[in-house]
């Protein structure tokens, strides 16, 4: 397997403009993690799908930022506008977890860095 | 509820010594932990797991990680650092159920030669 795969692996744009970050995830994995890496915050996580459901969004810092995960083979992060401030590396992670059954580990991608000028 | 706090954002150990990051949990349940190694310009890779088989975990490039739960820790070591160790490592607690893992902020790893 290819792994997780994300695109653009950068991008850079003015501030106001929409972003629009895409994630491939794990063939046969059912749960698929946004993460978000400052050197101010560290790893924070943005928000959780399980079956394509999001479970947990509150990690989402406000409204510009959505998620979508249409079907298991694809999820997109979209910023709108942008600010300066979001300048940071996004990753996409996903995982096999099982009810009743122990998560195993997450496989990350190998991010995308933004950079919003 | 659960959450992870590594002791110490950044060490640093000459080449050839003793290499340990510690990391504490905190969870209701009888947690599943991992360590996670970034390397630079790369996503988190998987150093081992603990998944109750074994309180002494086995990793990937000579890494091992002891399961204590009356100290509630699972600290990394390797027993002789190496160069290419240099990195960023992660602690990470998961539930038991279908959830989401809750990362330590990370511990910077410097091996000076």
């Known amino acids: 397997d290819a792994g997780v795969i994300q695109s653009p692996r950068h991008e850079v744009t003015e501030m106001g403009q929409e972003v629009t970050l895409r994630c491939k995830p794990i063939s046969g994995h059912n749960s698929l993690f946004w993460y978000r890496q400052t050197m101010m915050r560290g790893l924070e996580l943005l928000i959780y799908?399980?079956?394509?459901?999001?479970?947990?969004d509150s990690g989402m810092p406000e409204d510009r930022f959505s998620a979508k995960m249409p079907n298991a083979s694809f999820s997109t992060l979209k910023i709108q506008p942008s600010e300066p401030r979001d300048s940071a590396v996004y990753f996409c992670?996903?995982?096999?977890?099982?009810?009743?059954?122990?998560?195993?580990?997450?496989?990350f991608g190998q991010g995308t860095r933004l950079t919003v000028v | 509820a659960q959450s992870v706090t590594q002791l110490g954002s950044h060490v640093s150990v000459s080449e050839g010594a003793l290499v340990l990051l510690r990391c504490n949990y905190s969870?209701?349940?009888?947690?599943?932990l991992f360590w996670y190694v970034q390397y630079p310009n790369q996503g988190l890779q998987l150093l081992l797991k603990y998944t109750s088989a074994a309180t002494l975990v086995k990793g990937i490039n000579g890494f091992e990680a002891e399961f204590k739960k009356s100290e509630t820790s699972f600290h990394l070591t390797k027993p002789s650092a190496h160069m290419s160790d240099a990195a960023e490592y992660f602690c990470?607690?998961?539930?038991?159920?279908?959830?989401?893992?809750?990362f330590g902020d990370g511990t910077t790893l410097t091996v000076k030669p």
């Open positions: 990470a607690v998961s539930p038991l159920e279908a959830g989401k893992s809750t």
């Open positions: 969870s209701s349940v009888p947690p599943y």
């Open positions: 992670a996903s995982s096999l977890a099982l009810v009743s059954q122990a998560n195993t580990e997450a496989f």
């Open positions: 799908f399980n079956n394509n459901v999001p479970i947990d």
